[in-house]
């Protein structure tokens, strides 16, 4: 114990400062309803990394104690297997091709993920925290003699790398971690150069599961949708203007109205109609003038009918001859009241008949004996 006690005053020397580890970053490496693992169904595998500044810098420990508590925690229970381990420097590579389930157990790290990578990486104080982590449920570390997990000065698996982190934990849960997480770094690598940065929260990976959106995600589940993005009335997931009615103009940039310079409100100005042009016009149908555009009755309707007032069917509400007048009269020309612009007949008045009158020009005279004596003596028969 005292042994334990000085490993983490090791620890611990450091004054507290902020800025080379600049978060503790989740990131979904596997999404399990995709996996086909019936027992990972609705979970997913996280990758937690503290994030560096420099590409040297140098993780030394990740910490906690009554004072500065651990805790890495989920809403839902944390996955474990029995062939796993509880730290990534201990997982058997060599039975991961024959055991899948052991890829997702949770363990806690610095650098390695299975015993492949050689590593200096070890604990001390964690047993109440893993009994409790095994179990299904959170890590915490918050006794008077503390406990952590560490490395010594020249572990690679502790460099920051081109990536600027250091993996410290896989955890693979349905629900949603939390957490309060403490470190010690050494800057650039230099032992000389340690700091402590304290009570650092996880932050959770930034995405978007909705397909409808400009950003979506495949990782993310579909419930994922704080970060996403949409099109908006102005401009497409491309950045590209919207143009609904195809005239050339982006429909943020038009300017609405009448566009129709018949329109009582026509707008000059306006760049596409917007359906509340306002326009007189006649609006029955059977007038001559009739307007179907039309949106109000102006009184100016024309009517086609018969204007002459001698017609049989003279209109006086007609404004426009349409040649529909009847006209009654005699309509046979051998009638002494003929009218040659009688359309429906009449009565026709007659000569009265002179039996004597034989070329019928009204009198009795020579000619008609003319003709009399031509006649005398035919048989009638």
């Known amino acids: 114990m005292k042994h334990a006690a000085l490993m983490l005053a090791c620890c611990l020397v450091s004054g507290l400062a902020l800025g080379q580890v600049t978060g503790i970053h989740a990131e979904v490496v596997a999404d399990h309803d995709t996996t086909g693992i019936s027992e990972l169904a609705g979970m997913k595998t996280y990758h937690l990394y503290a994030q560096m500044t420099n590409v040297t810098d140098e993780l030394s420990a990740v910490f906690g104690d009554i004072s500065a508590p651990l805790t890495i925690g989920s809403t839902g229970e944390f996955y474990q297997t029995a062939l796993g381990a509880d730290f990534g420097w201990a997982i058997n590579a060599a039975i991961l091709p024959f ?17 492949s ?17 095994n179990a299904g449920g959170d890590f915490v570390v918050d006794d008077a003699i503390g406990g952590s997990v560490f490395t010594l000065l020249g572990d690679d698996n502790a460099v920051a790398g081109a990536d ?13 971690l939390y957490g309060s997480i403490n470190v010690q770094m050494f800057v650039e690598g230099f ?9 650092m929260p996880i932050q959770l990976p930034q995405g978007c599961g909705d397909v409808e959106a400009c950003n979506y995600d495949p990782a993310f589940g579909a419930e994922d949708t704080a970060d996403c993005t949409y099109p908006d009335a102005c401009a497409d997931c491309n950045g590209e203007c919207i143009d609904a009615n195809a005239n050339g103009l982006c429909d943020c940039d038009e300017f609405t109205g009448c566009t129709n310079p018949l329109a009582d409100n026509y707008d000059a100005g306006a760049s596409s109609d917007d359906g509340s042009c306002i326009i007189g016009g006649c609006m029955y149908i059977t007038a001559a003038n009739f307007n179907p555009q039309a949106t109000y009755d102006d009184l100016s309707c024309v009517f086609a009918g018969c204007t002459n007032a001698t017609a049989l069917n003279f209109d006086p509400t007609a404004l426009l001859e349409d040649g529909s007048c009847l006209y009654l009269g005699c309509m046979d020309e051998v009638g002494l009241n003929f009218d040659p612009l009688a359309n429906v007949s009449g009565a026709c008045e007659y000569s009265e008949v ?9 009198y009795v005279d020579v000619f008609d004996l003319l003709l009399m004596f031509e006649a005398y003596g035919y048989d009638c028969e």
Do not use: H, K
């Open 99 to 115: 055991f899948p389930e052991i890829l997702y157990d949770s363990w806690f790290t610095i650098g390695a993920t299975d015993n």
């Open 117 to 133: 990578m050689p590593s200096l990486a070890s604990s001390i104080g964690l047993d109440g925290g893993l009994a409790s982590f």
């Open 164 to 176: 600027l982190r250091v993996l410290i934990a896989q955890l693979t849960t349905a629900g949603e």
């Open 191 to 199: 032992q000389n150069q340690s700091m402590q940065v304290l009570a």
């Open 354 to 362: 002179c039996m004597s009158d034989l070329d019928g020009d009204g």
